[in-house]
């Protein structure tokens, strides 16, 4: 097995959305926002060689929006998910499935494209199966009015429509020690209903891929807890049961969001569950 990191494109949320109910004098010292109370983000992807199977998880926003759309986010930076798949010798028709955490258009955009003649959208990954879980796909194409504006349709339903999209098989618990892709699988309903976290084991370490149970380091505190949340309380609940084992067991931290810090380890500490150490992805996957 191989382990790449994809960058996709970076781009910039409300440091206040980001954060929920903690005060910007505090978020602002791990997290600084700019005149517009912007902060910076990524669109980390992640890139798994295994064998005859290569799987992406996540892919970022995507380019088919128009300009007003991607207005409101900021775009900065010259990263895409071609760029990246390229210097690892990779092209998208290489890719043999793409796994996604979740259908907010911040992961899932760049998995649907226009056509040729832009009178509709096709696969981005003509060679892939699409991978989500049957109880996030109905959350998602029946949304509730507080995710309606993450979950757009163009890039959900024609993965339907193209015979490409599979459900993984859930387990009765939080977590599924192995799936079809050949790693194991927490899956987390604070953010949004059945959210799934890869966890990949890896030259002798658990690289867990966070999605948006932890978007940057500045969110381990369990009160860091984004406004765009479903259900916060749950989302602080099972942070603190994660970042407790991921602390206990000495896991590594990939974080999609974090556009400065790529991969973490927590420690525990009498403050709780803190940073320990930052690592960039080449010193980890490559």
């Given at each position: 097995m191989k382990l790449y990191p994809i960058e996709s494109g970076n781009f910039k949320l409300d440091g206040g959305a980001m954060f929920g109910?903690?005060?910007?004098?505090i978020w602002n010292k791990t997290n600084p926002a700019d005149a517009n109370n912007l902060i910076d983000m990524a669109?980390?992807?992640?890139?798994?060689?295994?064998?005859?199977?290569?799987?992406l998880v996540d892919t970022g926003m995507g380019n088919k929006q128009n300009d007003k759309f991607f207005g409101y986010y900021s775009l900065w930076g010259d990263y895409s998910i071609d760029k990246s798949l390229a210097q690892w010798g990779f092209s998208r028709d290489d890719v043999t499935d793409v796994f996604l955490t979740h259908l907010h258009f911040d992961h899932v955009g760049g998995a649907i494209q226009w056509n040729k003649d832009r009178t509709g959208y096709e696969p981005a990954f003509k060679n892939a199966h699409f991978w989500t879980n049957d109880n996030h796909w109905d959350w998602a194409t029946k949304p509730n009015a507080r995710e309606k504006a993450s979950f757009l349709s163009e890039n959900i339903l024609p993965m339907q429509q193209s015979g490409q999209l599979k459900f993984v098989n859930r387990p009765e618990g939080a977590f599924l020690e192995q799936s079809e892709l050949g790693f194991g699988i927490l899956f987390a309903d604070g953010h949004t209903e059945k959210q799934m976290l890869p966890h990949i084991t890896y030259k002798g370490k658990t690289i867990v891929y966070m999605a948006d149970l932890l978007p940057t380091a500045g969110h381990i505190p369990l009160p860091y807890v984004m406004g765009y949340d479903t259900r916060p309380l749950l989302t602080i609940n099972e942070k603190e049961t994660f970042l407790?084992?991921?602390?206990?067991?000495?896991?590594?931290?990939?974080?999609?969001?974090?556009?400065?810090n790529e991969i973490i380890t927590v420690q525990h500490t009498d403050k709780g569950v803190r940073l320990k150490d930052v690592f960039t992805c080449n010193d980890i996957l490559i």
């Open positions: 109910v903690v005060p910007k004098t669109a980390r992807c992640l890139l798994i060689e295994d064998g005859n199977r290569l799987t407790n084992e991921a602390a206990s067991k000495g896991y590594y931290l990939m974080l999609g969001h974090d556009a400065h």
